[in-house]
């Protein structure tokens, strides 16, 4: 309450501000939304590609999605912007935070992609909250997640899918099951052109 207005935020990122009486001049302020965030580079395609192809092959559109070693937010986006996901993104470099921060505020996503400064080796969220967890950082540099443990702790059980996607040198059946709990876990691989996603 601040010189005689409520102001009240929403989950939606809107702030209304409520006066007594009525107003004859009441106004909607707005930012416009930038659809093209990011640059129109080499990884454009490859980002494209990856959210459709997890989408498609998961089929989740709504509840929490995870995404590690974030980076710029640049497959937070993509995700974003093909379904209903909540999105939390973990990155260690203050640097590639504010960047993807900047970059989700132009084109109108905070609120549902929240990007954090964090450790993805050990994750500081309540266990089973994630129905989808991905890798940013694996499809940039096809290196898998640090914590093999921590993922799993915070993934869904009963429907809750990790989905990684790399080059097809880099991604194979066999690291995958070096890396993530191979007793438990099936991998389904989909490949296409010189890219695997490869889904548990």
Request: charged share 20%; proline share 4%; hydrophobic share 35%.
């Amino acid at each position: 309450v601040v010189n005689g207005g409520l102001f009240v935020s929403t989950d939606e990122g809107q702030i209304h501000c409520f006066r007594q009486g009525a107003q004859q001049n009441a106004r909607t302020i707005t930012t416009e939304a930038d659809p093209n965030p990011y640059p129109q580079d080499s990884l454009s395609k490859r980002y494209a590609q990856a959210a459709e192809l997890i989408i498609n092959k998961t089929g989740i559109t709504k509840g929490y999605c995870l995404v590690l070693g974030c980076g710029r937010g640049r497959l937070a986006y993509e995700l974003a912007r093909r379904s209903d996901l909540k999105i939390i993104g973990v990155e260690a470099d203050a640097g590639e935070v504010a960047a993807a921060r900047q970059a989700i505020d132009k084109a109108g996503l905070c609120g549902r992609v929240a990007v954090r400064l964090g450790d993805s080796a050990s994750l500081p969220y309540t266990p089973y909250f994630a129905n989808l967890i991905v890798s940013d950082q694996t499809l940039r540099t096809g290196k898998l997640p640090a914590s093999v443990d921590d993922v799993f702790r915070v993934l869904r059980p009963c429907g809750g899918t990790v989905a990684l996607f790399g080059t097809s040198s880099n991604l194979r059946q066999q690291d995958l099951k070096k890396w993530g709990q191979p007793s438990l876990v099936e991998w389904k691989m989909y490949e296409t052109g010189d890219m695997t996603l490869a889904c548990t």
